[in-house]
């Protein structure tokens, strides 16, 4: 399917979040009021940045659309993506860049710590119709959709591409929005695909109209009821799997999501 797509042979644009990550391997449990040895990586993310960033490293054309801030670590975030190949675009806001801690546990799953900066603070009178001009794909994470005002940016941005996908991102943010209201919501986004975990695809059920497309984690994937299997790897860190396997699915199908997805657990941090 993915094919016939333009997204799969043109530019993908992603819209939401650009910021810091903060990947801690811990050894076992968080011992209490002392040390537990752990590894560190620290670099950008945000989901949206890691689609944006995996579609290039796959080959893709990619435009991230990101309010960014003004401190030191939004020209770090700025500077990294443009050596992957991002097209970044988006306004400057006064306030600082996001920054997410992510707990992971030995590349089997992970928690994450959020804090989004300027992120949710992208307005739709601030997004430039030529940030779009060419787009023939969207791809918009839940987070985008579930705060405001850039909830109404991602809106008016879907109304002007022909095809969009929506990553259902978490649980936690969904259920904060209320499950029925986003569901409502994402459905009159009218998405071609929708990608989840099985737990997230679980809570929010089917898109009408949309293909869904299950991340089954070391499973493999689900999608048009057959279940393909995970590409062998070796598990180091889950960071930025699923949106490895977003993007590889978006620009060349299902085997190049798994391939890619493998490709992300296999080291340290979300970015390619």
Same mark, same amino acid.
């Given at each position: 399917?993915?094919?016939?797509?333009?997204?799969?042979?043109?530019?993908i644009?992603v819209?939401g979040?650009?910021?810091?990550?903060?990947?801690?391997?811990?050894?076992?449990?968080?011992?209490?009021?002392?040390?537990?040895?752990?590894?560190?990586l620290?670099?950008v993310?945000?989901?949206?940045?890691?689609?944006?960033?995996?579609? *290039?490293?796959?080959?893709?054309?990619?435009?991230?659309?990101?309010?960014?801030?003004r401190?030191?670590?939004?020209?770090?975030?700025?500077?990294?993506?443009?050596?992957?190949?991002?097209?970044?675009?988006?306004?400057?806001?006064?306030?600082?860049t996001?920054v997410?801690?992510?707990?992971?546990?030995?590349?089997?799953?992970?928690?994450?710590?959020?804090?989004?900066g300027?992120?949710?603070?992208?307005a739709?009178?601030?997004?430039?119709?030529?940030?779009?001009?060419?787009?023939?794909?969207?791809?918009?994470?839940?987070?985008?959709?579930?705060?405001?005002p850039v909830?109404?940016?991602?809106?008016?941005?879907?109304?002007?591409v022909?095809?969009r996908?929506?990553?259902?991102?978490?649980?936690?943010?969904?259920?904060?929005?209320?499950v029925g209201?986003?569901?409502?919501?994402?459905?009159?986004?009218?998405?071609?695909?929708?990608?989840?975990?099985?737990?997230?695809t679980?809570?929010?059920?089917?898109?009408?109209?949309?293909?869904?497309?299950?991340?089954?984690?070391?499973?493999?994937?689900?999608?048009?009821?057959?279940?393909?299997?995970?590409?062998?790897?070796?598990?180091?860190?889950?960071?930025?799997?699923?949106?490895?396997?977003? *993007?590889?699915y978006?620009?060349?199908?299902?085997?190049?999501?798994?391939?890619? *997805?493998?490709?992300?657990?296999?080291k340290?941090?979300?970015?390619?």
């Amino acid at each position: 399917m993915a094919g016939k797509w333009p997204g799969a042979a043109g530019l993908i644009c992603v819209l939401g979040d650009a910021h810091l990550d903060v990947v801690v391997r811990v050894s076992g449990p968080v011992a209490e009021e002392t040390d537990t040895p752990a590894q560190t990586l620290v670099g950008v993310g945000g989901q949206a940045a890691n689609v944006a960033a995996w579609i *290039a490293r796959l080959g893709g054309r990619a435009r991230l659309i990101a309010a960014r801030g003004r401190d030191p670590a939004a020209h770090l975030v700025a500077a990294e993506l443009a050596r992957l190949g991002v097209d970044l675009a988006g306004p400057v806001l006064d306030g600082r860049t996001g920054v997410v801690v992510s707990l992971s546990q030995g590349g089997r799953s992970r928690s994450m710590l959020t804090d989004r900066g300027v992120g949710p603070e992208l307005a739709p009178g601030a997004v430039d119709a030529r940030w779009l001009a060419g787009c023939g794909w969207l791809h918009l994470p839940a987070y985008s959709l579930v705060s405001w005002p850039v909830r109404d940016a991602a809106l008016a941005a879907a109304a002007r591409v022909p095809y969009r996908s929506l990553d259902l991102s978490s649980t936690a943010a969904v259920t904060q929005f209320g499950v029925g209201r986003f569901r409502e919501l994402a459905a009159g986004l009218r998405p071609d695909v929708v990608f989840g975990t099985e737990a997230e695809t679980a809570m929010v059920g089917d898109i009408p109209g949309a293909e869904m497309v299950v991340k089954l984690g070391p499973e493999g994937a689900r999608a048009g009821g057959r279940v393909y299997p995970a590409s062998p790897a070796t598990p180091v860190d889950s960071t930025g799997a699923g949106d490895a396997f977003a *993007a590889g699915y978006l620009v060349g199908g299902m085997d190049l999501a798994l391939r890619a *997805a493998a490709r992300a657990v296999s080291k340290m941090g979300a970015m390619p």
